[in-house]
């Protein structure tokens, strides 16, 4: 079975499952576009281009997950010539984007001795007219200076989502920090992007 058998077989399934297609493009870090692709297969249809990331064997380990979310925050430090041992404050909220972005932004918040706070994006909401949302369960953002955390920038639609939706809501985002970022971009709306990764198509 080829990589893209799979990844039909794998987004159907989610399908089967319950799963959304926003929820289906999450869990296989695939823009909505491939997913709506791998889904239907529309005759005529090129596949669209986009990368397929499997990091599974960290994301399945709190201990690589951890030293991962580190690397995110030493990364921030280094570009800002802060010591990581001196805590920087420069927000006092982190935002985790769920559902990946949850566990590296806990591990953040901890560090930072930052809040947490969950942000749901409209992707992966069933509404007929689906929007994003703060999580109430867990820190409000209204007057915080917060940083974004995601594993994955696909498209940037999220991204662009995320931080639309904290300033209309009285907060700063002052950074964004993912693991892989296939765009190669350097800020969404002004907002600049730290990433361990980035990912190009060479076609």
């Known amino acids: 079975m080829s990589s893209l058998d799979d990844l039909i077989g794998r987004a159907k399934l989610l399908l089967s499952e319950g799963h959304s297609p926003g929820q289906i493009a999450d869990e296989l870090s695939l ?7 791998l889904l239907t297969q529309a005759k ?57 972005g ?27 007219r689906p929007v994003g949302s703060i999580s109430s369960n867990f820190a409000p953002v209204s007057g915080e200076r917060c940083i974004i955390v995601d594993d994955v920038i696909t498209s940037g639609t999220t991204m662009k989502e995320v931080v639309k939706y904290l300033k209309k809501h009285g907060a700063t985002p002052v950074a964004i920090w ?19 990764f980035k990912i190009s198509r060479i076609d």
């Open 44 to 100: 005529g249809a090129a596949a669209p281009k986009d990368v397929h990331i499997d990091w599974s064997a960290v994301s399945s380990s709190a201990t690589l997950l951890e030293k991962t979310a580190l690397m995110l925050l030493n990364l921030y430090h280094a570009d800002k010539n802060i010591p990581v041992e001196a805590l920087s404050r420069d927000a006092g909220v982190i935002v985790g984007i769920a559902l990946s």
């Open 102 to 128: 949850i566990p590296l932004a806990t591990v953040i918040a901890v560090q930072e001795d930052a809040k947490l706070a969950i942000y749901h994006p409209a992707k992966q909401n069933t509404s007929e």
């Open 31 to 37: 823009s909505m576009e491939t997913i709506t692709w």
């Open 178 to 196: 993912v693991i892989f970022d296939k765009r190669g971009i350097k800020d969404v709306e002004g907002v600049p992007v730290y990433s361990l």
